[in-house]
């Protein structure tokens, strides 16, 4: 096939894309009364007590947290455990899906089949990514599915519920970076320093995961399993600074606290993990170096007299994995000082670290956040006192929920993230967060950052309007992204990447499919650094199903 009619053939297939996801917007308000699905969500069950993170369920669940509706639960140390999620919304509680969240089967065995679902995106001049998980969004069409089972019996459960995605990853321009070969694809600035490709190659490609899928045993007040499931550690609703839904979950295993545990002034949740990572066959690294581990720790602390006020921190570390397959001293390494090289004052087990410190406070229909991360240590306990901004990055929030007396609710929200090298600068040398060295492959999975799309030095402001009733949800939403921003003194604006979008989407309950569309406008200004970019994206999903038994009416 010659190059134009490889042209040709791309773009007819791009417009077809596009009237079919324009055609699924059409057709959305005609759907009657179902369950919510976005890209990736959970799967229908009898309770919601195996809601995936970022599901329409769980993020549902932190709003009824807000409007006073659930139990009170700590939202910023995710996934939470089934019996967690299973005991926050009682039979009786009335709200907009009360419908459809349905019961816990009886007895102590229980087995559902998940409800598969898919979905396409469209975007029209280049990648755009909406905390899309393992399925990166490229230009042209994204399809994703996902589907699989989930069985309890006593302490045990297990999830399985493997993903797939294919991308026509439509020809774009990228930043030439100075590399040749498939190196060329690999980061726009700094292309040694982290494994974030600006394309995943030059043709189309497809993808699969075990995705969503855990085994857990939850017993005593304590939990242990192995997972790949998304997962998210912070209070950020769009964009967390240490992990979050940017990419998807992976493999690790993990253990701690199952449910918030009284420690007399108030309750303690902890989670310690260890995982394994791979990178992209566009990074720069050379194989024999591409495996790594990354170790964590996080914890959640509530505060007996005063309701709805949890703080949090977490410590993350990248290091090559071990030859020897002996993960202990890795782990070990979480306790080691936050000052110079820590335990390894000779140098001598090449590691990076992020760490951050949150707090959340809910009350009277609100809920507002902040936290505070830091990329790497401080030299020593003065060099933390007299510049803790160095390498930092920050983000703050809110959310009001209003209940309304036709039993609906809305929310109005605002976050915003900064993450840029500061004015430190002019004195001493910074990093932008995500970016490592001697792990040069960044903060990432599979070539997608895991943190925040904006924190790898940029910045983000979102200003969002969701609606929920018995028929579903409108969300309307603005934001501007900082997205590439060059490191250095005197940087002219021109050289900003700046990506402003609004987005209206709607989610709307069928009786055996839930449908959920959407569109993006998008304003690019020096896309590339070069010129600006205009485009769309548009969304269709669905999720098939016979409805879930609506609660019985107290």
């Known amino acids: 096939m010659t190059q134009r009619r490889r042209r040709a053939h791309g773009a007819r297939q791009g417009a077809t894309a596009a009237v079919v996801c324009a055609a699924a917007i059409a057709a959305g308000p005609r759907e009657a009364a179902a369950q919510g699905f976005t890209l990736l969500t959970a799967g229908r069950l009898a309770d919601w007590s195996d809601a995936a993170v970022g599901s329409e369920e769980e993020m549902y669940l932190r709003m009824l947290g807000v409007a006073g509706i659930t139990r009170p639960t700590p939202f910023t140390l995710r996934p ?61 069409v994204t399809a994703a599915a996902r589907g699989g089972i989930a069985a309890r019996w006593r302490a045990f459960s297990v999830r399985l519920e493997p993903e797939v995605a294919w991308a026509m990853n439509q020809a774009t321009g990228i930043v030439p970076n100075g590399l040749a070969g498939p190196q060329r694809f690999a980061d726009a600035l700094e292309p040694s320093s982290i494994d974030a490709p600006q394309r995943f190659g030059s043709r189309p490609f497809a993808t699969a995961s075990l995705g969503q899928s855990t085994v857990r045993v939850d017993a005593l007040g304590l939990a242990a399993g192995v997972s790949t499931a998304n997962q998210w550690i912070g209070p950020a609703l769009a964009d967390p600074l240490i992990l979050g839904t940017n990419a998807g979950g992976f493999p690790r295993v993990f253990v701690g606290t199952g449910r918030p545990i009284p420690i007399g002034v108030g309750t303690v949740q902890v989670q310690v993990q260890a995982g394994r990572l791979a990178q992209s066959r566009y990074s720069t690294v050379p194989a024999d170096s591409a495996t790594r581990i990354l170790t964590a720790a996080a914890a959640v602390f509530t505060i007996r007299g005063v309701p709805g006020l949890e703080l949090g921190g977490a410590r993350l570390f990248h290091g090559h994995y071990p030859d020897n397959g002996n993960v202990g001293p890795r782990v070990r390494s979480l306790v080691q000082t936050f000052f110079g ?46 510049e803790p901004d160095h390498n930092s990055g920050w983000a703050a929030g809110a959310r009001r929920v209003f209940r309304r007396s036709d039993g609906s609710l809305t929310a109005l929200r605002f976050e915003t993230l900064n993450t840029r090298v500061t004015h430190l600068v002019r004195l001493r040398g910074q990093t932008r967060p995500y970016v490592h060295t001697p792990i040069r492959q960044g903060h990432t999975y599979l070539g997608q950052v895991l943190g925040s799309a904006a924190g790898q030095g940029g910045l983000a402001t979102t200003i969002g309007y969701d609606r929920y009733t018995a028929r579903g949800r409108w969300t309307a939403e603005v934001a501007r992204r900082v997205v590439q921003v060059p490191v250095g003194e005197g940087a002219p604006s021109d050289r900003w990447d700046v990506l402003n979008y609004a987005r209206l989407e709607r989610l709307r309950f069928g009786r055996r499919q839930d449908l959920v569309v959407g569109a993006t406008a998008l304003a690019q200004l020096n896309r590339n650094f070069r010129r600006d970019a205009y485009g769309v994206r548009l969304d269709a999903g669905w999720r098939f199903g016979p409805t879930p038994r609506a609660a019985a009416t107290p």
Do not use: C, I, K
């Open 80 to 140: 939470a455990a089934p019996g967690v999620l299973r005991g926050a919304l009682s039979d009786t509680a009335a709200h907009p899906w009360r419908a459809r969240a349905g019961r816990a089967s009886g007895g102590r065995a229980r087995f559902a089949l998940l409800a598969p679902g898919a979905h396409l995106v469209y975007n029209s001049t280049a990648p755009f990514s909406l905390n899309d998980g393992f399925a990166w969004t490229g230009r042209g």
């Open 341 to 386: 090289n820590g335990g390894d004052p000779a140098g001598t087990t090449p590691q990076n670290q992020l760490a951050s410190l949150w707090g959340r406070w809910v009350f009277a229909g609100a809920e507002v956040w902040g936290e505070f991360m830091r990329n790497d240590a401080s030299v020593d306990g003065r060099d933390f006192w007299q």
